[in-house]
């Protein structure tokens, strides 16, 4: 018996690093994806053919993570053992047009994909959020990456064409509606980067440092002011937190200009959001910020980058009528850059 899923890759719009600080985030589902064909086998063996990561590779149940692709596969296994919804390994063949390293989720994708597969193996009714609870345990435990629980919340439940509004303390979302006038458009700068590879855990822990000078747990929570009155802090830990802080604040913000259908106000947000995590959370790279800046130049009503950061991908918010010439305009301007997808309301689940 095998079962096939697909997951897809996820878009954040605004909220970056604010999953960990007890903030808010506003992700979206791409139509870029991932598809996992999952058969059970007895026994410690995984088989994991994927072509676009690496070709085929043999591990075990009882494998430490390598650095290797594969490790996400093999944690997520790990954890449908763990969860009861599989007995011994399985042979995996995965498909994705997600581009790695692009801070788009493949690895949530991945994760959570062989989850809900052997979901259906089992016949288990674990939810789509426990799913994406267990997905994070197996970045944050197995692999080895700090991360939030945005990416696979998004990737687990999160629909196309629309955005979660995701408080990432609760897990309570609602469902946001995008303008049907409006296109938001992902542009790889075509600068990757891993989440392994330290600086995304450099900034984890500079926020766990902040969290321990204002005795919170969520740093999103402080009041801007308050952040700005404290005189015995370190410059960077101040800076870190006053990104959290804002940020969340910027979520909040933009949920309502969305739902209130004032977009200039949401590119406005973007803008803000791009330059607090130039500024003070330190996360974007000069081409990213060139490519931002002529994205909005060239008549966005807001960019960003989008992720984990230091390379990967920005979101425009640009109007249908002009993405096309929008577009040329900046790839020709940014040659390493390319169109990956959009989340366009007008394909939404009504
Ligand atoms: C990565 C992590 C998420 C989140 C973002 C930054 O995508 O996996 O949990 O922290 O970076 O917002």
């Given at each position: ?183 938001m458009a992902v542009i790889h700068s075509g600068h990757t980067r891993q989440l392994t590879d ?153």
């Open positions: 018996m095998s079962i096939t899923i697909t997951a897809p890759g996820r878009v954040n719009l605004i909220g970056e690093h604010t999953d960990y600080n007890g903030g808010w985030v506003l992700p979206a589902a791409l139509a870029v994806s991932l598809s996992v064909t999952l058969a059970p086998r007895s026994g410690d063996q995984i088989s994991v053919t994927a072509d676009v990561f690496g070709g085929q590779v043999r591990r075990r149940l009882n494998d430490a993570a390598a650095g290797h692709w594969s490790d996400p596969a093999v944690g997520a296994l790990r954890e449908a053992n763990t969860l009861g919804l599989l007995t011994g390994g399985a042979d995996l063949s995965i498909t994705s047009t997600i581009p790695a390293g692009s801070g788009l989720s493949s690895s949530a994708a991945l994760i959570v994909a062989i989850l809900k597969a052997a979901r259906g193996i089992a016949g288990s009714d674990i939810s789509d959020t426990a799913i994406a609870v267990a997905a994070r345990r197996v970045e944050n435990d197995y692999i080895g990456v700090p991360c939030g629980i945005m990416d696979q919340m998004a990737v687990a439940v999160a629909a196309p064409g629309e955005a979660m509004a995701l408080d990432t303390a609760t897990l309570d979302y609602r469902v946001v509606s995008l303008p049907r006038s409006h296109s330290g600086r995304y855990a450099a900034r984890k822990e500079e926020c766990d440092a902040a969290k321990a000078v204002f005795a919170t747990n969520d740093l999103c929570q402080l009041i801007p002011e308050e952040i700005e009155a404290l005189v015995r802090i370190d410059p960077v830990l101040k800076r870190r937190t006053r990104h959290c802080a804002t940020e969340h604040r910027r979520v909040l913000a933009a949920v309502e200009a969305l739902e209130a259908g004032h977009i200039d106000g949401f590119g406005q947000l973007m803008i803000g959001s791009h330059a607090s995590m130039r500024d003070d959370f330190d996360i974007t790279i000069p081409p990213i910020d060139a490519l931002v800046s002529d994205a909005v130049q060239f008549g966005a009503a807001g960019a960003r980058m989008t992720g984990g950061g230091f390379g990967g991908c920005i979101v425009a918010c640009v109007e249908c009528g002009i993405r096309e010439e929008w577009q040329a305009q900046l790839l020709a301007a940014h040659p390493r850059a390319r169109f990956i997808d959009a989340v366009d309301a007008r394909i939404a689940p009504s």
